[in-house]
C-alpha cells in the first residue's frame, strides 16, 4: 500500500501545485482596464478577458482605459496675436490608444496610476499646448470661431500626447476672459449694429408701407376722378 501511496505521490503533488498555481494566478481583466502580465514568459495584455499568471515568476500591472475628462485652464493671462492678456477654459476628453504601441508607450508613463493621477500628469502639456495657440490668433478670431481655436489647439497637442500613447476624443472651448474687458465691448459693439441693422429695416419697412399706401390711394383718387369725369360728360349729353 505505501509503494503504491509512493508511485503516485509525485503526480498527486504535481496535480496540487497546478491548482495551487491556477486559483492563485487565475486573474480577469475588466473591459476599462489593461491587464499587463510580464516576467517568466513574453508580456500580454488582457482587456475583458481572462488569463493566468505564474506566481513569484510573473507580475501583474494595470492599466486604465477609461474616458479621462480633463479641465484645462491657463494659470495666468496669456498675452494673444494682437497684445490683449487673455485667459483659456477648456475641456478635454482622452483615453490610453488602443493599439499594443500605443498601450506600450502608456505603461511607460501611467501604468498602475489613478486617473487623478494621469489627468495631473496631463494637464501641464495641454496647457502649453493652448498657451501657444493663443499666442498665435487675434482676440476677435479667437472669440468668434471657437472651433478654429480648438482645431488648432488639438493639432498642436496630438502628436505629445501620442508620444505618451494617449489619444484625444474632444476638445471644447468653454470660455474666454481678456484683463481689459475687450470682448465685452465687441459684445456691445456687435449688440449695436444688430440694433442698426433692425432700426435700418424698420425705418425701409415702414418707408416700404407709407410708399405703397401712397400709390393706392393716388390709384384709388384717379378712379374715382375719372368716374366723376365720365359722369360729367354723361349729364352734359343729357341736357344737350
Known amino acids: 500500500m505505501l509503494e503504491i501511496i509512493l508511485k503516485f505521490l509525485p503526480v498527486v503533488l504535481a496535480g496540487l501545485l497546478l491548482v495551487v498555481i491556477f486559483s492563485m494566478g487565475y486573474v480577469k481583466a475588466p473591459p476599462d482596464t489593461a491587464f499587463i502580465i510580464s516576467g517568466f514568459r513574453k508580456p500580454r495584455i488582457l482587456i475583458g478577458q481572462a488569463g493566468v499568471r505564474i506566481p513569484f ?61 494621469i489627468i495631473a500628469k496631463v494637464q501641464d502639456t495641454l496647457e502649453g499646448n493652448m498657451r501657444e495657440i493663443i499666442g498665435q490668433m487675434e482676440l476677435k478670431q479667437m472669440v468668434t470661431d471657437r472651433k478654429a481655436f480648438a482645431d488648432r489647439v488639438q493639432a498642436n497637442a496630438i502628436p505629445d500626447l501620442e508620444k505618451m500613447g494617449l489619444e484625444l476624443i474632444a476638445f471644447n472651448v468653454q470660455s474666454f476672459v481678456d484683463q481689459d474687458d475687450v470682448i465685452k465691448n465687441l459684445g456691445i459693439d456687435n449688440i449695436s449694429q444688430i440694433q442698426k441693422s433692425a432700426s435700418i429695416a424698420r425705418a ?26 365720365e359722369i360729367a360728360e354723361k349729364n352734359n349729353a343729357l341736357e344737350i
Open 57 to 117: 515568476f510573473e507580475r501583474l500591472d494595470k492599466l486604465s482605459l477609461k474616458m479621462l475628462s480633463v479641465d484645462v485652464k491657463t494659470t495666468d493671462f496669456v498675452p494673444n496675436a494682437d497684445y490683449i492678456n487673455v485667459k483659456v477654459d477648456a475641456s478635454v476628453k482622452l483615453r490610453v490608444g488602443q493599439s499594443p504601441e500605443m498601450m506600450a508607450l502608456a505603461a511607460k508613463f501611467f501604468l498602475n496610476e489613478r486617473e487623478e493621477n
Open 204 to 229: 425701409e419697412a415702414e418707408r416700404d408701407v407709407a410708399i405703397a399706401k401712397a400709390q393706392a390711394e393716388k390709384e384709388a383718387n384717379d378712379v374715382k376722378v375719372q368716374s366723376d369725369m
